[in-house]
């Protein structure tokens, strides 16, 4: 993949462009500031489209299960139940719209996976397991797509980033889910071994190829696959 530029819209959404496209531009003209910017915004326009549907794309994992895929995509688009969407459907009264950690917030789909102190501490932990480090945007496409480049390197790897955010979001989903309807609270780190124990099941599944045993998988996955 090219290297990819964060860049804003004019609907204040980041997307991301390839550095390549903007060097072909700027040598196909006279490079002056405002060129740079207007192309760049005619860039943007362009690729939107282009955008949302690569980040899209990334739900489709071969080891990841159909309903999985179907969530996160339900999920990119907003098009998951949660309080907020319900309320906004008039199912839910508007006083109904706290978050069921109990942070006091609304619960929309940005709070529920990135920004809820409870769940969206999740994503520290996990890339402590794994052994990379990065901060969480505050829009969903983009940190699906930035936590697919998080550990770099090759396919195997973004592969790999890919699937454990996909867990991780459908993790998240099913606590809030035990929380609400069950009353049945699992803590956060508890959630983090959900992550190894079902990342290291979907990857056996599909006949991965390891090269370890299971405990070494709890320290160190990216040795584990032969990729760290
Ligand atoms: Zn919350």
């Known amino acids: ?31 002056t500031k405002c060129f740079i910017v207007r192309g760049a915004y005619s860039l943007l326009v362009s690729q939107v489209p282009q955008a949302v549907d690569y ?23 907003d098009r998951l ?14 006083d109904m719209s706290s978050c069921v950690a109990g942070c006091g917030h609304p619960e929309s789909a940005q709070h529920l996976f990135l920004s809820c102190d409870t769940f969206g501490s999740m994503w520290h932990l996990v890339r402590d397991w794994i052994g990379c480090y990065g901060v969480d945007t505050d829009n969903i496409s983009d940190h699906f797509l930035q936590f697919t480049l998080l550990a ?19 993790v998240v989903w099913n606590e809030r889910n035990n929380r609400l309807f ?13 992550v190894k124990l079902m990342s290291l099941g979907w990857l056996k599944a599909k006949k991965a190829t390891f090269v370890f ?14 990729i760290g």
């Open 1 to 31: 993949m090219a290297q990819l530029l964060n860049a804003i819209c004019y609907d204040g959404t980041w997307y991301h462009i390839s550095l390549a496209e903007i060097e072909f531009n700027r040598d196909d003209r006279a490079i």
């Open 81 to 94: 139940p949660t309080r907020l969407n319900l309320i906004s459907r008039r199912v839910l009264s508007p």
């Open 55 to 77: 980040v899209l794309d990334l739900v489709w994992h071969k080891q990841v299960s159909l309903k999985v895929s179907v969530f996160a995509w339900r999920l990119l688009r």
């Open 152 to 170: 770099g390197g090759g396919a195997a790897r973004r592969s790999f980033m890919q699937l454990i955010w996909l867990l991780c979001v459908w």
């Open 182 to 194: 069950n009353h049945v609270v699992t803590p956060i780190p508890c959630l983090l071994d959900k």
């Open 213 to 226: 045993d299971t405990q070494q998988w709890w320290s160190s996955p990216l040795v584990c696959l032969g």
